[in-house]
């Protein structure tokens, strides 16, 4: 083989090694901003399966279906930083200002999700699908519920239902 075409051969293979490591950089990149998997949250430092039950957190801010981020207490997450009120105040008051909140159990009670993305999160993805039992909005704009069939459940700013368990076992998901 001449020089010429053996430095051809060298120049090229250099090339794509660095092309495919940009390749990859690009593409990890790619999947680090895309965030975790529908269903994964963070708490406490760590990832877990919100389908497969909440452990010991009891309050998630839902940002989108891949930024769920869970908290032991609303305290904790009352300003969805992690940081807020001093104590837990239990009931509708766990739910802040600016987010529509939903809880599993009645009367406002039992783990809490809140959002305030207008693009519907699925339920099932936080282990909640068919199991609201109340609510709360506390924004400024109409949230809802999508129920089986892609029939929507209005919640008007303001509205409190500590006793929605008849729409919420049909509620697939979730909006602000």
Same mark, same amino acid.
């Given at each position: &083989? +001449?020089?010429?075409?053996?430095?051809?051969?060298?120049?090229?293979? !250099?090339?794509? !090694?660095?092309?495919?490591?940009?390749? =990859? $950089?690009?593409?990890?990149?790619?999947?680090? +901003? $895309?965030?975790? @998997?529908?269903?994964?949250?963070?708490?406490?430092? %760590?990832?877990? *399966?919100?389908?497969?039950?909440?452990? @010991?957190?009891?309050?998630? *801010?839902?940002?989108?279906?891949?930024? =769920?981020?869970?908290?032991?207490?609303?305290?904790? !997450? $009352?300003?969805?930083?992690?940081?807020?009120? !001093?104590? *837990?105040?239990?009931?509708? @008051?766990?739910?802040?200002? #600016?987010?529509?909140?939903?809880?599993? #159990? #009645?009367?406002?009670?039992?783990? &809490?999700?809140?959002?305030?993305?207008? %693009?519907?999160?699925?339920?099932?993805?936080?282990? &909640?699908?068919?199991?609201?039992?109340?609510?709360?909005?506390?924004?400024? *704009? +109409?949230?809802?519920?999508?129920?089986?069939?892609? +029939?929507?459940?209005?919640?008007?700013?303001?509205?409190? =239902?500590?006793?929605?368990?008849?729409?919420?076992?049909?509620? @697939? %998901?979730?909006?602000?």
């Amino acid at each position: &083989m +001449s020089r010429r075409k053996a430095w051809g051969v060298v120049t090229a293979g !250099a090339l794509a !090694a660095v092309l495919g490591t940009v390749g =990859v $950089a690009s593409a990890s990149s790619t999947a680090e +901003s $895309a965030g975790p @998997e529908p269903g994964m949250a963070t708490f406490e430092g %760590k990832l877990i *399966d919100l389908r497969k039950g909440w452990g @010991e957190a009891r309050v998630c *801010d839902v940002y989108s279906a891949r930024d =769920v981020r869970c908290f032991r207490t609303a305290g904790q !997450a $009352a300003d969805g930083r992690g940081a807020g009120l !001093a104590s *837990d105040l239990g009931g509708i @008051e766990d739910c802040p200002d #600016g987010w529509l909140c939903i809880w599993a #159990g #009645g009367n406002h009670n039992g783990n &809490m999700a809140k959002t305030q993305d207008d %693009k519907p999160v699925d339920l099932a993805n936080i282990g &909640m699908r068919y199991n609201v039992g109340s609510w709360a909005n506390k924004q400024g *704009d +109409s949230g809802g519920l999508v129920l089986t069939g892609n +029939s929507t459940h209005e919640i008007r700013p303001g509205e409190q =239902v500590p006793n929605g368990r008849q729409i919420g076992s049909r509620a @697939e %998901k979730f909006f602000g």
